[in-house]
């Protein structure tokens, strides 16, 4: 007799067993080579260089619809990509040279900076319809962040310095904040109550509290035998269990490792030349970095705070994502 | 109903009012010359003097013009309105009495000066007492900045000086040492070639000679006009040419006696901006500079956008700190600005000047980016290029 409970218990157990035999996957989006590298997250052996549309840029990882958002920015547009077959599935229109993205909680709702526009276009991802465009979010806008609970968005302008929080929902610039020099990425830490921005010429991290828009802290890096100009913060990957921050550190080949609560700069890893793009395994003991001018990422291991390989990929690799 | 209309349109009105109250007007005034043979054919290619098609305006006030829209976002937050007073004068007469009454009658906080260097030179001197920044955004002798000493007088142009001292430090990495300087008939040619060969010194390069040259078919100055002539009976690795005009280098090229590269003004350029470059968002603001003005940017255009940008910049840093000064800010340590070519670009103190990489290229690829890595200077790399503290008259 056909017991419904026996059954989901076997359905669980064999779903966990796949799950966990089924390797992960590295992303890599090559800007110059315009493809995108596939990499197996065990054996570190390149699975297959897919398209990826012209200068793939910023990627986003839908898992349970199985994609992958790649912004190509000389499309204009971001190119759905099937992860299982590696294709390109479907495309939606963003405006004008897309760089960087981001997915609300929910999935509903798509934010992209358009650059050479000093806009913002927010997109209906059900539909791939442009709801609206959001003008004037300062010159060059380029990190785009939804905050935890989906309501807004904050904007780094790397042309004026700021920081532009948007309510995408309504269409209404809430607030400007000066940071900075040259402000590239941004990232919410402690659920939602800090904002974290790189300033890219400024070489620090400006600390924003939420709750009042007030910059609170500025996180200084300082790399023995290393020039200040040198020291280019662009991209974070944020630790699931919110202990650390790692911050790419561009020119200065190097990546920081910051104690989220208490601010402080623990360590330093060398990686490559212009590490840009970062991201982190679900278990946080994998970190995987880009090094746009050594056509290569390193991969680095949490525990030593050192890289433990480095794997060519294509031209000028920008973005990292994982998929486990 | 009609009470909530009347009333919402009244309060309408008074945020209205307090927002344009709010806002500060800010007045940058721009002064130029008809007459400024810099813009007549210096430089320009025989062919396209003559071009109806290809003779594109190269002054400056273009990349004021973009200035300008960049800074528009920063009204947001500085509640500044910045806006661009220009004013072109026919000639050179009193023009240091008529740029002073247009700074008087139309409230004139910030100036750009695009003028030759002894006229800038005078006009600065003329208005040193006042407490508002003056940008010089194209004369680029070095005597501006090793001589004349003004607190109000910046430079956001590389001088010369930084230019030459670029191209020897690249001549110096790749142990190219002997240099061929060859030198034209015009005062600025002289002061080019002089730089050079003080930059040769520095980094120890060997002048092997210095010629001078003449745009000219006469045969019995073959010695100074035949390149044959001009670049036999020498060892070099390189030629140096100092020549403003540009005629004559254009040929120089693939033409020496020797297999020698070609630089200075022609071959290997030292120069502020190349519209090639295609690192650190040098795409980006070329994109909106060829936008706006359907040509390619060039070095003074970015002088006069990154001097524009200064302002807002200063504004936005330093705006609401206790006896604010624009002249304090723009020279305070703590004061950087993003030039869009690398490492982050500030005033020198002592001079005023501008530090900034400078790009060596040739007519279509900036070929390297000086300072070169194996130049290191004790406080900030930028400063192995150009007139350091101590060989400055000019003091903090």
Redesign the interface.
């Known amino acids: 007799m056909f017991n419904i409970k026996t059954f989901l218990i076997f359905f669980y157990i064999t779903n966990f067993l796949i799950s966990e035999t089924l390797a992960g996957y590295i992303f890599i989006s090559n800007e110059g080579s315009d493809n995108i590298t596939v990499i197996n997250l065990e054996t570190y052996e390149i699975i297959s260089n897919i398209d990826g549309g012209k200068r793939p840029r910023d990627m986003k990882v839908i898992a349970d619809k199985n994609q992958l958002l790649v912004a190509a920015s000389e499309d204009d547009r971001i190119n759905i990509i099937d992860t299982k077959s590696y294709k390109i599935v479907g495309h939606i229109e963003t405006g004008d040279d897309p760089e960087i993205f981001d997915i609300s909680p929910d999935g509903k709702m798509i934010v992209v900076s358009n650059?050479?526009d000093?806009e913002a276009t927010i997109i209906d991802s059900s539909t791939g319809k442009i709801i609206r465009v959001i003008e004037?979010v300062?010159?060059?806008p380029e990190g785009v962040t939804f905050s935890p609970d989906g309501t807004l968005v904050y904007i780094t302008?790397?042309?004026?310095?700021?920081v532009i929080i948007i309510d995408p929902w309504k269409g209404e610039i809430i607030n400007?904040i000066?940071v900075g020099?040259?402000p590239r990425r941004g990232a919410f830490v402690k659920s939602g109550k800090e904002y974290w921005v790189t300033n890219e010429?400024?070489g620090s991290v400006s600390v924003i509290d939420t709750s009042n828009y007030e910059v609170i802290d500025e996180i200084k890096f300082f790399i023995r035998g290393i020039?200040d100009?040198?020291i280019t913060p662009v991209d974070f990957a944020i630790s699931h269990n919110q202990e650390f921050a790692y911050i790419t550190l561009g020119r200065s080949k190097h990546v920081a490792v910051v104690d989220i609560n208490t601010h402080e700069v623990k360590d330093y890893i060398l990686a490559g030349a212009r590490v840009w793009g970062a991201a982190i395994t679900k278990d946080d003991k994998i970190l995987i970095v880009t090094n746009g001018n050594n056509d290569n990422i390193s991969i680095i291991d949490t525990k030593k705070n050192a890289a433990i390989k480095s794997i060519a990929v294509g031209r000028t690799p920008h973005t990292v994502r994982i998929i486990e | 109903m009609k009470i909530i209309i009347y009333l919402l349109s009244i309060l309408f009105c008074f945020i209205q009012l307090t927002n344009s109250k709010d806002i500060e007007e800010f007045n940058i005034g721009y002064y130029d010359l008809e007459e400024d043979e810099r813009y007549d054919v210096w430089g320009v290619h025989p062919v396209d003097i003559r071009s109806q098609t290809n003779r594109v305006d190269r002054r400056p006030i273009a990349g004021a013009l973009l200035g300008i829209k960049d800074i528009k976002p920063f009204q947001r937050i500085t509640k500044t309105k910045f806006q661009l007073i220009t004013k072109r004068f026919k000639d050179q007469e009193k023009i240091e009495e008529k740029i002073k009454e247009h700074i008087n009658n139309n409230n004139i906080n910030f100036i750009l000066l695009d003028l030759p260097a002894k006229t800038l030179s005078n006009i600065a001197k003329n208005l040193s007492s006042y407490n508002i920044p003056i940008m010089n955004i194209s004369a680029r002798e070095n005597f501006l900045r090793s001589k004349v000493c003004i607190n109000n007088l910046f430079h956001t142009i590389p001088s010369q000086r930084m230019l030459t001292d670029s191209l020897a430090q690249y001549l110096s990495d790749k142990k190219w040492r002997k240099i061929l300087v060859l030198v034209g008939p015009l005062e600025e040619d002289t002061l080019l070639a002089e730089s050079f060969i003080e930059s040769s010194r520095q980094f120890g390069l060997k002048i092997t000679d210095k010629r001078n040259f003449l745009l000219s078919n006469d045969p019995r100055a073959r010695e100074e006009n035949d390149i044959d002539f001009l670049t036999g009976s020498a060892k070099y690795d390189a030629v140096f040419i100092a020549d403003t005009d540009r005629e004559f280098s254009y040929r120089l090229p693939y033409s020496t006696q020797r297999p020698a590269i070609v630089l200075g003004s022609s071959g290997l350029v030292a120069r502020a901006w190349h519209w090639s470059y295609l690192r650190h968002g040098a795409p980006q603001l070329h994109g909106r500079f060829e936008r706006m003005h359907n040509r390619r940017m060039n070095s003074t255009d970015w002088a006069a956008w990154i001097a524009i940008k200064s302002i807002a910049e200063a504004k936005v840093r330093f705006g609401k700190k206790e006896n604010f000064n624009y002249i304090d800010a723009l020279t305070s340590p703590e004061f950087i600005l993003d030039g869009y070519k690398g490492p982050a670009t500030s005033f020198r103190p002592w001079n005023r000047q501008l530090r900034q990489t400078i790009m060596l290229s040739t007519e279509n690829w900036v070929t390297s980016i000086a300072p070169l890595e194996s130049f290191v200077h004790r406080e900030n790399n930028l400063d192995t290029i150009g007139i350091d503290n101590k060989n400055s008259k000019c003091k903090e």
């Open positions: 650059e050479d000093n004037d300062g010159i060059e302008s790397e042309g004026t310095n700021t400007e000066l020099n040259r010429l400024g020039r100009s040198e």
